[in-house]
């Protein structure tokens, strides 16, 4: 994922207004649903609204991908509220966090009415804006759905000055479970998609513009095969600038692409099988 001051970040004005725009609509729950295939920036997208809104919200990020299996209830919350903790201290505002034994005692009412009013008292007007990427896994984790922490989130989200962007790489209609009808209900939806021409061409020319020239053809050709594609964009970069590098090569050229696309699919084998293994027979 990249930082918020990386060249490699382009585009996105869409999806950026999109969550601008609804995080202002003060009288309205904010539950935003961001989708998009794999690898296309979804959580580097997450990175760019830390660092715009940190000033108007708490912004805490949680990778629900890497949430251990079978997770209980009352860990999922305290590790909630430890980042939660962690975030405001970055930002100068020390959250009270109450002790582990009594997330595990009484997860819902130490979370939500000693860790969470506690937090509002010191926040003011901002709130906090939870982030959860990889939103599916949440599904997959036989441990939250077995101790209702989904419909504890649901709750959140109807109940609480809690704001909630979620990310991830399938449309919530495609998954089941009446835990995600909220969603549908109060959720606001948009798709991560493709890389726009112009900012494909910003992708391959601006992170090295002093160093590696692109022929307009090369450009072309590359743009032709990603289709727009953020990380196969970067895939084949990556390999013509190490080939500048190597042969001390100034100017790029669809001599240069087409003679060095064996090798790049080589170097994206593991992302094409994991594309193959993770999507439906109709996909």
Same mark, same amino acid.
């Given at each position: 994922p990249l930082k918020p001051d990386s060249l490699l970040f382009? %585009?996105? !004005?869409? *999806?950026?207004?999109?969550?601008?725009?609804?995080? +202002?609509?003060?009288? +309205?729950?904010?539950v935003l649903v961001i989708s998009g295939e794999r690898r296309m920036g979804k959580t580097s997208l997450l990175n760019q609204v830390i660092a715009k809104y940190r000033g108007q919200y708490l912004?805490? /990020? =949680?990778? !629900?991908?890497?949430?251990?299996?079978?997770?209980?209830?009352? +860990?999922?919350?305290? $590790? *909630?509220a430890e980042l939660i903790q962690k975030q405001g201290e970055r930002e100068g505002i020390r959250i009270n966090l109450p002790r582990r034994e009594e997330f595990y005692d009484r997860p819902h009412a130490t979370f939500e009415r000693s860790f969470l009013l506690g937090a509002d008292a010191l926040l003011g007007e901002k709130e906090i804006l939870l982030m959860i990427d990889e939103f599916e896994s949440l599904e997959k984790n036989k441990g939250l759905m077995?101790?209702?922490?989904?419909? &504890?989130?649901? @709750?959140?989200?109807? @109940?609480?000055?809690?704001?909630? =962007?979620f990310t991830g790489a399938h449309q919530l209609e495609e998954m089941a479970g009446d835990y995600w009808n909220v969603l549908f209900n109060i959720?606001? &939806? @948009?798709?991560?998609?493709? /890389?726009? $021409?112009?900012?494909?061409?910003?992708? =391959?020319?601006?992170?090295?513009?002093? !160093?590696?020239r692109y022929d307009k053809? !090369?450009?072309d050709r590359i743009i032709r095969l990603t289709a727009g594609h953020p990380y196969f964009i970067q895939l084949i970069c990556n390999e013509?600038?190490?080939?500048?590098?190597?042969?001390?090569? %100034? &100017? =790029? *050229?669809?001599?240069?692409?087409?003679s060095n696309l064996d090798r790049i699919i080589e170097e994206? /084998? %593991?992302h094409f099988s994991f594309i193959w293994e993770q999507a439906s027979n109709k996909e």
């Open positions: 382009v %585009g996105r !004005a869409e *999806t950026l207004d999109f969550i601008e725009r609804n995080l +202002k609509m003060r009288a +309205k729950k904010k912004p805490v /990020l =949680i990778d !629900a991908q890497g949430l251990e299996r079978d997770l209980n209830k009352g +860990k999922f919350l305290l $590790e *909630t077995e101790e209702g922490i989904l419909d &504890y989130l649901r @709750h959140l989200m109807q @109940h609480s000055r809690v704001s909630f =962007i959720g606001l &939806y @948009h798709h991560l998609g493709l /890389l726009k $021409e112009e900012e494909s061409r910003l992708l =391959i020319t601006n992170p090295t513009k002093e !160093a590696v053809l !090369a450009e013509l600038v190490n080939l500048h590098n190597k042969e001390k090569k %100034g &100017y =790029i *050229t669809i001599e240069d692409v087409q994206g /084998l %593991g």
